[in-house]
């Protein structure tokens, strides 16, 4: 089999997930030829990771502003897209003008605009686009979509989710560049594209309308200070006051973290450990959302980004019953261990309420890896050879829009007080 060969641009966090993987388990059939960043500190780094854990040569670096050099002087037939969220469509649409398919971290990109710009790009280019939804590969959120293909319940009527960070990885995006909502497009689209993604996935259905409320109920310094807080800090890094502070984090104390961000910092002076109490916080931490499909189902959903636990609970309904799922995950922050372990399971049961019939457990059929061992078989689908898939959960460009649509019409429902028409927003024809 001849090996696909790749480039990666953006080597933070999220991107080991997939340089990693190049290198060690899928060495045979991908050939990652170089990375792209704005900050050289951090794709040296890389670079000592492959190195050192996977004895893989050195590959070249290139700078953000040498991105077209890097395509020309490399030819790959893959770019990986693991930019913070609001330059994705700068690099997914300049790689597919210069000839490349793309895959991308979700989110797609952050607004509507952006998406209608991605859309335009592959038209007129004919080049293909993969969003890594990787959710989708989690045992128990196919076995939802195998009971919900298999009529167990019927013709699905509502779905009630809820969604619960923790006082651990919810407070990570308080502290980083996704604080900022022009960077990220808030928890709405950052987080909430992968829970939107699955109803869609769930339902085989798209959104139609939507309305939102949202604010910053726990986190920032106005809520901190209504608390009786009255000692604040800018970052953790040599402050006093956040080594009494339990949000905090210290990068020296993770050799990963120092290594890609306190020692990267001097280069373009972005700090990873800012206080969750400060100014300057424009996201959301507690969302409520409701959602009308195109198939008629109707969805009620909530995000809460300051839980004493992390998981998730969601209820499906139809005219034959009921499915229940409720899952508790692991505590993890970005970075801060092996990518192997995000999303790692604690607990899961998945029940059927029959209409008229006695209530079961569903076994999941659980695998190692993140996410109950979906990342693996997504890795595989990306750069192994791929199994046939009878629920098709490989997500293409229109999976990746549809899923961010509903969390921008709930970013500008929050903005307005009004229901949002996602028609209004992006032409996919």
């Not at 080597?11 to 991908?30: H, K, L, N, Q, S």
């Not at 895959?103 to 607004?111: F, M, V």
């Not at 199994?387 to 500008?412: E, F, M, Q």
Request: hydrophobic share 35%; proline share 4%; with cysteine.
């Amino acid at each position: 089999m001849t090996k696909k060969t790749y480039v990666q641009v953006g080597v933070g966090g999220r991107a080991r997930f997939f340089y990693e993987a190049i290198a060690g388990t899928f060495r045979e059939t991908a050939e990652l030829k170089a990375f792209c960043d704005t900050n050289q500190t951090r794709m040296n780094y890389a670079n000592q990771v492959l190195q050192e854990r996977y004895d893989y040569p050195e590959i070249p670096t290139y700078k953000a502003e040498d991105f077209e050099k890097m395509i020309e002087e490399q030819k790959p037939d893959f770019v990986i897209v693991t930019t913070i969220d609001r330059t994705h469509d700068k690099y997914i649409c300049r790689a597919m003008e210069l000839g490349c398919d793309v895959i991308t971290e979700k989110p797609l990109t952050t607004d509507e605009k952006k998406a209608q710009h991605i859309v335009d790009t592959i038209k007129k280019t004919g080049q293909d686009l993969r969003v890594t939804f990787n959710y989708r590969y989690a045992p128990y959120n196919t076995m939802m979509r195998d009971l919900i293909m298999k009529d167990t319940i019927g013709k699905v009527s509502q779905v009630h989710f809820e969604w619960l960070l923790n006082t651990s990885h919810g407070a990570d995006y308080f502290r980083r560049w996704h604080r900022d909502k022009r960077n990220s497009g808030g928890l709405m689209v950052h987080k909430s594209t992968h829970h939107f993604d699955l109803v869609n996935f769930w339902l085989g259905t798209t959104p139609e309308t939507v309305f939102a409320l949202g604010d910053l109920k726990f986190y920032g310094k106005a809520n901190a200070e209504e608390r009786g807080v009255k000692t604040f800090y800018n970052r953790a890094y040599g402050s006093e006051a956040a080594k009494e502070d339990s949000f905090a984090i210290h990068l020296e104390d993770n050799p990963r973290l120092k290594a890609m961000y306190l020692d990267a910092e001097k280069e373009d002076g972005y700090y990873r450990d800012q206080s969750v109490f400060g100014d300057g916080i424009s996201i959301e931490d507690t969302m409520n959302v409701l959602v009308q499909y195109n198939n008629g189902a109707q969805m009620s959903y909530s995000l809460n980004a300051y839980m004493p636990y992390e998981g998730f609970h969601v209820a499906i309904n139809g005219d034959k019953g009921r499915l229940e799922l409720h899952v508790v995950e692991n505590t993890y922050i970005n970075s801060g261990g092996d990518p192997e372990n995000e999303g790692v399971v604690k607990g899961v049961h998945l029940l059927v309420y029959p209409m008229h019939g006695k209530p079961y457990e569903v076994e999941i059929p659980m695998a190692e890896g993140g996410h109950g061992g979906g990342d693996p078989v997504l890795l595989n689908d990306i750069f192994g050879e791929p199994d046939k898939d009878p629920y098709n959960r490989a997500a293409g460009y229109i999976d990746g829009v549809n899923s961010i649509l509903t969390g921008i019409a709930a970013n500008k429902s929050m903005a307005s007080g009004l229901p949002v028409y996602i028609k209004d927003l992006v032409d996919l024809n």
